[in-house]
T-cell receptor, first 119, second 111 residues
Framework: GAVVSQHPSWVICKSGTSVKIECRSL??????MFWYRQFPKQSLMLMAT?????????EQGVEKDKFLINHASLTLSTLTVTSAHPEDSSFYICSVGAASGRAGTDTQYFGPGTRLTVL | GEDVEQSLFLSVREGDSSVINCTYTDSSSTYLYWYKQEPGAGLQLLTY?????DMKQDQRLTVLLNKKDKHLSLRIADTQTGDSAIYFCAERGSGTYKYIFGTGTRLKVLA
């Protein structure tokens, strides 16, 4: 399956600052990437679908001006949390939509996640 | 809308079998997945099953699918302490990458 990395793995920032999280597909050209957030002891909540070369598709209730997504290349998508506040503190996970002989078509492979703490 | 439910907790003794259950509502689901999440980490794909299959076995893992009841299960044979983690089932319809995740089951393996 696809190998996905995220950077940074954790970040602590002050309220009001912006934080950029990178998601890289290391061995696969990904036209589609996904961004999720996960609160403690909860499931993953899809935030948006990132398509290379076009605007991201945001899920209902997710502020697109708050969570800026850029998918400028087939191997990199970024999520920028603008003017972060303590309620934005969460675990952010990206995934790559990839076709794989092992897992069938259109399977998602996940990055290791980024833990954001906003003070 | 689509919904995927799992029991929250499961505790088993090392060496026993674990069975994690999942129910879903979307009858158009074509692929169903099991992922494992260890503390502070991303999701690791464990196995998957197509909706036209009833069962799939992969080493210690056995997936059973009852499409009529929309029920999916994951059986882990000879459960080890390293299997302690949160297990998510996810379903996906045809022609889309979009997943609907279950609530996750926290498996605790007692030595």
């Amino acid at each position: 399956g696809a190998v996905v990395s995220q950077h940074p793995s954790w970040v602590i920032c002050k309220s009001g600052t912006s934080v950029k999280i990178e998601c890289r597909s290391l061995d696969f050209q990904a036209t589609t990437m996904f961004w999720y957030r996960q609160f403690p002891k909860q499931s993953l909540m899809l935030m948006a679908t990132s398509n290379e070369g076009s605007k991201a598709t945001y899920e209902q209730g997710v502020e697109k001006d708050k969570f800026l997504i850029n998918h400028a290349s087939l191997t990199l998508s970024t999520l920028t949390v603008t003017s972060a506040h303590p309620e934005d503190s969460s675990f952010y996970i990206c995934s790559v939509g990839a076709a794989s002989g092992r897992a069938g078509t259109d399977t998602q492979y996940f990055g290791p996640g980024t833990r954001l703490t906003v003070l | 809308g689509e919904d995927v439910e799992q029991s929250l907790f499961l505790s088993v003794r090392e060496g026993d079998s674990s069975v994690i259950n999942c129910t879903y509502t979307d009858s158009s689901s074509t692929y169903l997945y099991w992922y494992k999440q260890e503390p502070g980490a991303g999701l690791q794909l464990l196995t998957y099953i197509f909706s036209n299959m009833d069962m799939k076995q992969d080493q210690r893992l056995t997936v059973l699918l009852n499409k009529k009841d929309k029920h999916l299960s994951l059986r882990i044979a000879d459960t080890q302490t390293g299997d302690s983690a949160i297990y998510f089932c996810a379903e996906r319809g045809s022609g889309t990458y979009k997943y609907i995740f279950g609530t996750g089951t926290r498996l605790k393996v007692l030595a």
